[in-house]
């Protein structure tokens, strides 16, 4: 991979004929052939959804790395989304394990190969699809791109370990089935893009809450490296991707319970057991097993830090400037902890500064002046604003403060724009809020000619990045890069332009907390 500049390859077109896609001709991909259709809003981009990247993992496959998919003779529609991965809730009619698919968003004539944007769905790891209607692609497709959208394994599917499963890998490693499937749709990308006009040289992944912690997980995956030549990491999730494999607190632990609430008690029972369970009772298991990121107590369902996909602490990899050389977008919303505050049901003085003492006790003096809590109607606001430092300011912070030990660059901003919507009336520029706007697609609001610029800038930068390895345009207001004698930002609400010092001290407040914690762990 390219260090210095851009880190992009030089991106003279590639010796090919223009691309000329069609609803009617189907392309070959590996495995076999698919046939797309026309958007339905934008008949100049065609879509192909669906399309298997990897093997189904089920079976003898459930939690093993992906495998080659299974070739198909005749022509496979690709004009419907595939199924979601497992994860409950709403639409479990197309849930199922069978679904390592991507979808692909494509301007039907190509003159010269275009850069590529591959999106990771966010959902905390345990939720999400590539199908969700926010991430419909053409809108960035029109605007010269080759979109890419992917589901991996979420949930007990994607991010499971257990003393059996490391048993049973040559590697001596389990739990990060999900960042697995990750690799594998960007090994896919490498391999088949050029045919819908894409060039694999100048790939960007981009993501959002656990897609953005997924996207900063894979800059330090070494299976990785090579595969993508950017990164965009939106509101950045982070929470339990620094558990370890094995010991108290660990990944196999979590594993443990889980296989215990299924009747499987013993940490190396054959894995027929396990596997033999139904889709529906491991579901179960899992969700009896306990989820409180926001108390951090229970199970964290994240990447761990297994010795080969996620090689060691990915906070040391980072502060030691061992993540891939590739320049970076990233940033975080005005208000990303109001979608999140009911988790943390505190509601008076005392409990809030007991929460603070009893998770941040070297941290507790510094944070309760910080938030200065001195009565209840202010405890919703305190528990709101700690969430998104704690959760989101600080691992952006982090993200951008750390890839300056990094020759490539990177670019840090702040989206503070309030949607008109029913979520941004309720909770402000909240967690997710720039999602319509990143794909140009604002629906369900009262959105104005305001809201349309701002979508385009966004568009804009996010486009020209993925084209070049910098945001910047002569069409776009002008956006620094990442200096620590600077610490300047892009603000991006109805007006754009340069700030500095982004959550400053509720980030530091982060870093002295993560600091405590691998100090006790030494």
């Not at 009262?446 to 002569?474: C, E, H, K, L």
């Amino acid at each position: 991979m390219a260090g210095g500049g851009s880190g992009l390859a030089p991106a003279q077109p590639l010796e090919e004929t223009p691309t000329v896609l069609s609803a009617d001709t189907p392309i070959a991909v590996t495995g076999g052939r698919v046939q797309g259709s026309l958007s339905e809003t934008n008949p100049d981009i065609i879509t192909f959804k669906g399309v298997p990247y990897a093997a189904p993992p089920v079976g003898d496959l459930r939690w093993k790395p992906p495998v080659a998919v299974e070739p198909w003779d005749d022509v496979r529609d690709a004009t419907v989304f595939g199924n979601r991965c497992v994860q409950g809730g709403r639409n479990e009619e197309d849930q199922s394990e069978d679904c390592l698919v991507l979808n692909v968003y494509a301007p039907r004539e190509v003159e010269e190969p275009l850069p590529v944007m591959v999106w990771i769905h966010g959902g905390g790891y345990t939720g999400g699809a590539a199908s969700n209607s926010v991430y419909e692609g053409t809108q960035l497709a029109a605007r010269g791109v080759v979109l890419v959208s992917i589901n991996y394994r979420l949930n007990v599917f994607g991010f499971y370990a257990h003393p059996a499963l490391t048993a049973e890998s040559p590697y001596d490693a389990s739990g990060n089935q999900g960042m697995q499937d990750m690799v594998a749709s960007l090994v896919w990308v490498q391999d088949n893009i050029a045919s819908f006009g894409g060039d694999p040289r100048r790939v960007t992944i981009f993501g959002e809450s656990a897609g953005a912690g997924a996207v900063m997980s894979l800059m330090v995956v070494p299976q990785a490296e090579g595969l993508y030549h950017g990164a965009i990491a939106e509101s950045n999730w982070v929470y339990g991707w620094d558990r370890p494999l094995s010991g108290p607190g660990s990944a196999e632990a979590e594993g443990v319970r889980v296989a215990e609430a299924l009747g499987v008690a013993d940490p190396a029972a054959p894995l027929d057991e396990l596997r033999g369970a139904s889709a529906e009772d491991l579901f179960a298991a899992y969700q009896a097993a306990g989820n409180s990121p926001f108390t951090r107590e229970d199970n964290a369902w994240a990447p761990n830090i297994d010795g080969r996909v996620i090689p060691d602490d990915p906070i040391r990899m980072y502060e030691s400037g061992r993540q891939h050389d590739v320049p970076l977008i990233v940033g975080m919303n005005g208000n990303e902890g109001s979608m999140f505050a009911p988790g943390l049901p505190l509601s008076d003085v005392a409990g809030f500064q007991a929460h603070i003492r009893r998770i941040y006790p070297e941290q507790a003096d510094a944070a309760l002046a910080h938030y200065a809590v001195g009565e209840a109607a202010a405890v919703p606001d305190a528990v709101d604003h700690l969430i998104h430092d704690m959760y989101f300011a600080g691992p952006v912070r982090l993200h951008a403060r750390t890839h300056a030990l990094k020759d490539a660059p990177a670019w840090l901003y702040h989206f503070t724009h309030v949607p008109p919507t029913a979520g941004g009336e309720r909770m402000g520029s909240h967690h997710a809020a720039e999602l319509g706007y990143v794909f140009g697609n604002l629906d369900n609001g009262d959105y104005t000619d305001v809201d349309q610029r701002i979508s385009g800038t966004m568009m804009g930068y996010w486009v020209r990045f993925a084209a070049t390895g910098d945001p910047n345009s002569p069409d776009l207001p002008a956006w620094p890069a990442c200096d620590a004698a600077t610490d300047e930002y892009l603000e991006i609400g109805e007006t754009v332009g340069i700030q500095s010092g982004l959550h400053v001290g509720p980030s530091e407040l982060f870093d002295g907390f993560q600091n405590s914690r691998r100090s006790n762990d030494d």
